[in-house]
């Protein structure tokens, strides 16, 4: 099993949303049973406090339910029980290697570090006031998580509205030949490539506000993965 923990300040925004938004990745791939994820705060100012509501939002629009979630304050016993304490700055990682009295194992690390954007902070909603950018960081962090320790890569169309752009986002992740087009049989020409063997990808569906058809469209590009046998199902 793989024990997580994720640390922001207060443990009201940036941290339990990235707790909510992994468990929901790992409960899509199937693999609920070989996590433990939690989070928790490197202050005491809101110990006890739920998720703030602007953040409890964002999970809600998503399908996300972080009720019964309060503040906790990250001790030291947690670099002993965890395998990776994830923080979302340069000051949360300060201030986690204060409480665990230094990183001697290595299991203190930056979540936009895995998303391919090292040493990049999770934008901070409570300065910004802007709860989507940050959970678009939180989501390009935890995928990356993902990938890093079970070797299933997200494939995340929640923002697609049209067929274009499914193809936008596929062209990057499956190292697209200039020959082939936008279409089904192209995709599954490609997933059935030596260049994609046993690889596996989760899909992540449109938002529930998108435009039907894009739903429609979605179905049936799972449909194709999972037909290749590259679907994480």
Not at 57 to 85: P, Q
Not at 103 to 108: A, C, F, H, L, R
């Amino acid at each position: 099993m793989t024990k997580i923990l994720f640390v922001c300040h207060g443990n009201i925004c940036r941290s339990p949303s990235a707790e909510f938004y992994m468990k929901e990745l790992v409960l899509r791939a199937g693999l609920q049973d070989e996590f433990e994820i939690a989070s928790a705060a490197t202050h005491t100012d809101e110990i006890g406090s739920p998720v703030y509501p602007p953040s409890r939002k964002v999970l809600e629009k998503h399908g996300i339910d972080c009720s019964g979630k309060t503040a906790r304050l990250m001790s030291k016993k947690d670099y002993a029980h965890y395998d990776l304490l994830i923080g979302m700055d340069e000051e949360n990682l300060r201030d986690m290697k204060r409480i665990s009295g230094g990183d001697p194992e290595n299991k203190i690390h930056n979540l936009l570090d895995y998303a391919d954007r090292p040493g990049e902070p999770v934008a901070d909603p409570w300065y910004t006031r802007d709860f989507d950018i940050t959970w678009r960081d939180i989501g390009e962090g935890c995928q990356g998580l993902l990938d890093s320790i079970s070797g299933i890569r997200c494939v995340d169309f929640s923002a697609c509205t049209e067929r274009d752009d499914f193809y936008r986002i596929l062209r990057a992740i499956a190292d697209w030949p200039s020959a082939f087009g936008n279409n089904l049989d192209a995709v599954f020409h490609i997933l059935i490539s030596p260049s994609q063997k046993g690889k596996r990808y989760l899909l992540l569906p449109p938002e529930a506000s998108a435009p039907r058809e894009a739903h429609a469209y979605y179905e049936k590009i799972f449909e194709i993965f999972d037909d290749a046998g590259n679907a994480v199902t």
